[in-house]
């Protein structure tokens, strides 16, 4: 009885720090924007998985494979050395007007993001739509006691700034026709 009592008591002691050593879990974003415009137009402009020239920070979009799973493009950004992003198309559904993609290479520094996957739906009856873009993710620095500049928080705040961001600007872009 008393063993048992005492393998108990080490094993709560030990809960504590087994949570504290888990790592990084994984971070959502989503993000929304109605829109003045038919859900046709809007999927239209947002579609073509190798033209992404409708994210305000892409300077030029590289892509194969068209809207195929698997696709791939490379995104090469504004900006001091022109970064680049590489992603795959892991979904396209035309009907649902839905795709999903994944990054399959960025470096943290530029966004601070690993483990990235991320669906942009768009939805609406008439002349007003609804797109909704979400991602899921985990922090640029993997490990534990990350950079201020990798850490959870500094993660959400880039990918929410860059979707709300695109998302005012492809608003203001639509409208504007």
Same mark, same amino acid.
């Given at each position: 009885?008393?063993?048992?009592?005492?393998?108990?008591?080490?094993?709560?002691?030990? *809960?504590?720090? *087994?949570?504290?050593?888990?790592?990084?879990?994984?971070?959502?974003?989503?993000?929304?924007?109605?829109?003045?415009?038919?859900?046709?137009? /809007?999927? #239209?402009?947002?579609?073509?998985?190798?033209?992404?020239?409708?994210?305000?920070?892409?300077?030029?979009?590289? %892509?194969?494979?068209?809207?195929? =799973?698997? #696709?791939?493009?490379? *995104?090469?950004?504004?900006?001091?050395?022109?970064?680049? /992003?590489?992603? @795959? *198309?892991?979904?396209?559904?035309?009907? %649902?007007?839905?795709? %999903?993609?994944?990054?399959?290479?960025?470096?943290? &520094?530029?966004?601070? /993001?690993?483990?990235?996957?991320?669906?942009?739906? =768009?939805?609406?009856? %008439?002349?007003?739509?609804? /797109? @909704?873009? !979400? #991602?899921?993710?985990?922090?640029?620095?993997?490990?534990?006691?990350?950079?201020?500049?990798?850490?959870?928080?500094?993660?959400?705040?880039?990918? !929410?700034?860059?979707?709300?961001?695109?998302?005012?600007?492809? &608003?203001?872009?639509?409208?504007?026709?």
């Amino acid at each position: 009885m008393k063993l048992t009592s005492l393998v108990a008591a080490v094993a709560l002691a030990a *809960l504590p720090s *087994l949570a504290l050593g888990h790592g990084p879990s994984r971070l959502k974003v989503t993000e929304s924007i109605e829109i003045t415009a038919p859900a046709d137009k /809007v999927w #239209a402009r947002l579609a073509k998985f190798d033209d992404a020239s409708w994210i305000p920070a892409v300077a030029k979009t590289v %892509g194969t494979g068209g809207n195929a =799973v698997g #696709a791939t493009r490379v *995104l090469t950004l504004k900006g001091d050395g022109a970064p680049t /992003v590489e992603e @795959e *198309l892991t979904r396209f559904d035309a009907d %649902g007007k839905t795709l %999903g993609y994944k990054i399959t290479k960025v470096d943290p &520094k530029v966004l601070p /993001v690993t483990n990235y996957a991320s669906t942009i739906k =768009v939805s609406g009856d %008439g002349s007003k739509s609804t /797109v @909704e873009w !979400k #991602a899921g993710f985990y922090r640029g620095y993997p490990n534990n006691d990350p950079p201020p500049e990798l850490n959870d928080d500094a993660s959400e705040a880039a990918v !929410k700034g860059l979707y709300t961001t695109t998302l005012a600007e492809l &608003k203001k872009s639509l409208e504007a026709k």
